[in-house]
């Protein structure tokens, strides 16, 4: 019986082990969705000026993607951030995160700057609100200020047509 015990409790870790190793990070839920941007306070990139999100919701969609300097999927995905900025029906808001100023305005002068608005959040606390896990993230929000949409990764031409056009082609 003493060496039952050990056993069943290795088989019920190990079973644990193997269903998180199937889970999908990407599919991580979001409690914001559906729901109102939340009043969330920052920097403004450039100016070093106060800015609320909620004031840069207006008569547009906007796609708010967070981003770093050091972050190798944000470098991946940022070629087809640049295209979708071409986009004049969007809105793009950055939150740079978790970064230095100074690195982040060398990624923006090397890989080109999409972004219409740019929210430095250096200590995560902006990313803390909207329930960011990891960068890059982005979400995609309404006239009114409801997030539609939330995706956790690299955003691809596939990804985008997929996840994000859907929304769009129903303005």
């Known amino acids: ?9 290795f088989f019920i870790i ?11 990070p990407n ?12 009043e969330v306070n920052g920097k403004d ?12 919701i207006g008569n547009q969609m906007i796609l708010i993607n967070v981003w770093a300097s050091w972050c190798v999927t944000c470098r991946k995905e940022h070629q087809v951030i640049m295209n979708i900025a071409n ?8 939150i740079n995160y978790k970064d230095q100023k100074n690195d982040g305005q060398k990624y923006l002068d090397i890989m080109g700057n999409p972004f219409d608005e740019i929210i430095f959040d250096p200590d995560g606390r902006v990313g803390m609100e909207l329930g960011v896990y990891a960068t890059p ?4 929000i309404n006239r009114e200020g409801l997030i539609l949409y939330k995706h956790i990764g690299e955003i691809t031409p596939e990804v985008w047509s997929k996840n994000f056009q859907v929304f769009l082609e129903t303005l």
Do not use: A, Q
């Open 1 to 9: 019986m003493k060496k039952i015990i050990p056993l069943i409790i």
């Open 14 to 24: 190990g079973i644990f082990l193997f269903l998180s190793l199937n889970s999908n």
């Open 27 to 38: 599919k991580l839920p979001s409690p914001l969705l559906g729901k109102i941007v939340p």
């Open 45 to 56: 990139f450039y100016t070093n000026e106060n800015v609320k999100l909620n004031d840069l």
């Open 87 to 94: 986009n004049e029906s969007l809105k793009l808001i950055g």
């Open 137 to 140: 993230e982005t979400f995609l």
